[in-house]
């Protein structure tokens, strides 16, 4: 298996290649040459366990790591203690709309998603760098609107051979995400805030990224980037690993035969999570509809009703802010591939996104992108109404994020009339990362802190917080600077010891 990119298309790289790399050199992101079909080997992919599916899906896109590699990789990442036993849960709600099961993804060591993929991204960069550029060590830059930056962090911290830097925009992270960050251990790592919003901050990385000069400046020195967000490969693939998990444990629940289609519900950001899904599609698993679910942030809504992206438009800060982004980077691959892998057009695309804030797909990639994705959206009020009714109804407490989901799956079966298929929706974070939002949504908020809101949120639903997240009150606060974005690279040499 190689990789081209999608600005690129003649382009060849190995896996190791493009993991150790992230981003192509002409801004481009990797995508496979081609997808593997397991259609017809799904009665056998459903009898392993995690880490076993893991591998076989693994090894399907790794090539170029051995099997050892692999099985160390995927047993060191996903073993038992760090997300205290199976790294994913299935939880079935019975009451209201639908056939909903919940898949739940954040039982990892940052209490959000985005481990799933980090827990396991520093061991395939290990593993990259020793085949391409064994001498390098790795910096890792990271824009995050709040868990990607946590989730890196943890993965990469005392990892050797890499340093990692996190850049978050300054008012667009919740309290929680701001301290799990600013309280960060380890020897290797490094958090600076922005001045701006998180498409700010993802721009000054990508610009950094791209820079040809500072590129080689850190080569001098014996640096080399690597980005941890889900623009490299190596964050997506271990995303379509819980798509097929899901779905045989749907089948071993009798909820579907092997071959029935089910729907998946993604409350989306970066469109990564939900991308992983698709790719999940595209190799036989049985997936009807997409349902790609947005906050007031709605730019991929409406670019999936009209086919028309438009950027320009009010920003704005909400209750899940992990989805507060108006320019979702890995909706590159998917227009890629629906658009028949014509870099040249889609390069076109991507100019004028940059250009002039906008751009439009036309007619026949816009009823492409809609036979098999649903767009909705879901507001703040419309996300505490959620929390609320889905722990009056079913007893279950939900995160902001995951809420947006349960909403806009709402949506979807009232008005596409499928509430029969049984649908999987990420749960992409524990409720207590968001506590004041969940809490505030169960009863009125006083003015009390961050962890004197856990407490009252585990005394009046009987649920019990992640200790990583009451252990922070404790913690010492080691970083607190903050820089316009136009200074990030600035921030960046001055932190490797280079530059004044
Ligand atoms: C990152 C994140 C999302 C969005 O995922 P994408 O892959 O960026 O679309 C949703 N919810 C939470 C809690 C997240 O951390």
Redesign the pocket.
């Known amino acids: 298996m190689q990789y081209k990119s999608t600005r690129n298309s003649k382009l060849r790289l190995e896996a190791s290649q493009v993991i150790a790399q992230g981003i192509s050199s002409e801004g481009g992101l990797f995508v496979p040459e081609s997808l593997p079909n397991v259609k017809s080997d799904l009665q056998r992919l459903a009898k392993l366990n995690y880490q076993g599916l893991a591998k076989e899906i693994f090894r399907l896109f790794l090539t170029d790591f051995t099997e050892e590699q692999i099985d160390h990789c995927v047993q060191s990442a996903y073993a038992p203690e760090k997300f205290g036993g199976e790294p994913v849960r299935l939880i079935s709600l019975t009451e209201s709309v639908g056939r909903k099961h919940i898949l739940e993804l954040?039982h990892g060591p940052t209490c959000?998603?985005?481990d799933m993929a980090l827990q396991i991204l520093p061991y395939f960069l290990t593993v990259s760098v020793s085949k391409t550029a064994p001498d390098k060590e790795t910096v890792i830059l990271v824009a995050t609107?709040?868990?990607?930056g946590k989730a890196a962090l943890e993965g990469f911290r005392d990892v050797p051979g890499t340093r990692v830097m996190v850049f978050y925009p300054q008012d667009g992270v919740s309290p929680m995400q701001k301290r799990q960050m600013s309280t960060q251990e380890g020897g290797n790592v490094g958090v600076c805030a922005i001045e701006g919003n998180f498409d700010d901050a993802q721009t000054a990385v990508k610009k950094i990224f791209t820079d040809s000069s500072i590129k080689e400046v850190l080569a001098e020195h014996g640096f080399m980037f690597s980005s941890a967000n889900?623009i490299n490969w190596g964050r997506l693939l271990p995303?379509i690993v819980y798509y097929f998990y899901a779905y045989f444990k749907l089948c071993k629940g009798n909820e579907l035969a092997i071959g029935e289609p089910m729907n998946v519900d993604?409350?989306?950001?970066?469109?990564?999570?939900?991308?992983a899904a698709y790719y999940a599609r595209e190799m036989g698993l049985p997936i009807k509809k997409l349902i790609c679910a947005s906050n007031a942030n709605k730019v991929l809504t409406d670019f999936i009703n009209t086919g028309i992206y438009d950027r320009r438009r009010e920003f704005y800060t909400t209750s899940?802010p992990?989805?507060d982004?108006l320019i979702?980077s890995?909706l590159e691959r998917l227009l890629y591939a629906i658009s028949g892998e014509d870099s040249a057009t889609l390069s076109g695309w991507m100019e004028q996104l940059s250009d002039q804030g906008h751009y439009d797909v036309g007619d026949t990639v816009r009823s492409k992108v809609r036979e098999i994705f649903f767009g909705g959206f879901c507001d703040d009020t419309a996300t505490a109404r959620t929390i609320n009714n889905t722990w009056k109804n079913d007893r279950y407490l939900v995160?902001t994020?995951?809420a947006v989901a349960l909403d806009v799956y709402r949506q979807y079966v009232e008005s596409e009339g499928d509430g029969s298929t049984p649908t999987v929706i990420a749960s992409?974070?524990s409720p207590y990362?968001f506590v004041g939002s969940v809490l505030g949504a169960l009863e009125p908020l006083g003015d009390g802190d961050e962890f004197e809101n856990i407490s009252r949120l585990e005394s009046l639903t009987g649920t019990t917080a992640p200790l990583q997240l009451k252990t922070l009150r404790d913690k010492p606060v080691r970083f607190n600077t903050s820089i316009e974005n136009s200074q990030a690279a600035r921030y960046v040499l001055k932190s490797l010891g280079i530059g004044e």
């Open positions: 954040w959000a998603f985005k609107s709040g868990d990607t889900s995303q993604v409350p989306t950001g970066n469109f990564g999570n939900i991308l899940s992990s989805m982004i979702s890995n995160d994020h995951t992409t974070a990362k």
